[in-house]
């Protein structure tokens, strides 16, 4: 499990993440706006916003380094990299 907290513009816990192929990854996000999360290359989305945490979860399939952002926002979460 990979825990984030957005608050503004300011992100807890972002970086490098690495897993290997095969994992489940369990993203939890909490954040102080609504929004769209978006992991790139396994085109996952999840509504998020002030009520609660937003928990996306990742079947680490392809091989690479993904972005993660809020899609409206373009804010930058974290990258999930994946071996």
């Known amino acids: 499990m990979i825990e984030v907290e957005i608050a503004?513009?300011?992100?807890?816990?972002?970086?490098?993440?690495?897993?290997?192929?095969?994992?489940?990854?369990?993203?939890?996000?909490?954040?102080?706006?609504?929004?769209?999360?978006?992991v790139h290359g396994y085109d996952l989305y999840a509504d998020i916003g002030p009520s609660g945490p937003a928990t996306v979860l990742v079947e680490a399939t392809i091989p690479g380094v993904w972005e993660?952002?809020?899609?409206?926002?373009?804010?930058?979460?974290?990258?999930?990299a994946v071996s």
């Open 8 to 38: 503004g513009d300011s992100v807890d816990n972002g970086g490098r993440h690495e897993v290997s192929v095969g994992d489940t990854v369990a993203l939890v996000i909490t954040s102080d706006v609504d929004d769209e999360i978006h």
């Open 68 to 80: 993660v952002e809020l899609h409206d926002s373009g804010l930058f979460l974290l990258e999930l």
